[in-house]
């Protein structure tokens, strides 16, 4: 069961939703609020992990409300009115964008993919790497791996001049790996932003990725965008 919150200016959108929420046993309501403010004390009191978020309301809006809450921001589904905004909701990685009025199969298949995610990202973060090689064992704390690349079945992991050969695939990886501090930036290679030294444009959108220990990598067009809001985003 996940924990959800609702929020919406709207009465009656409001009181729909609860409605059709109820007949899932995979949800619990964690509560209701009618604009940005009430939103924000709700998601730092009950913490929800999914938000159905109205876009349009007086005072904050709903991206005004994910910019205050930040890292606490739950993940977002939009559900509004007004499809003019759908490029900027994903933009801030919004799970789906539900235009009203949308029907009980629209919703409970977004919430399907939703809880999916969420499931998955429940997974115990990796915090340390252990390579195993004859005679030694190696204990690689995340803080000290400049990127991962994928090689098979297994994966190299890039630490200073030393390279460590794992046995896992980069996706099984990925998926226990702190995304505010890892990002892919190619279908084989995912980096440590904070070992990111610069960025340069290449043709296409693509960009070259320069790591501070000297490596040289090439971020895909789709992969580059995303980087760039990381590095903008990370202290």
Known sequence: MIRALIVDDERLARNRLVRLLRRRE??????VAANGDEALAMIAKTRPELV???IKMPGLSGFDVIAAAGERMPHVIFTTAFDAYALQ????????YLLKPFD???LFASLDRALSLIRAARVPRLETIVVRTPGRIV???LNEVDWLEAAGNYVYVHAGKERHLLRATLKQLEGRLDARRFTRVHRSAIVN????????PRAHGDADVILRGGAELVASRTYAARLRKRMSAHP
């Open 193 to 200: 932003v904070t070992r990111v030294r610069e960025l340069r």
């Open 89 to 96: 909701a994903f933009e801030v990685h919004a799970l789906d």
């Open 104 to 106: 009980e199969e629209r």
């Open 26 to 31: 995979d949800v619990e309501l964690a509560g």
């Open 139 to 141: 204990f690689l704390s």
């Open 52 to 54: 159905f978020l109205d």
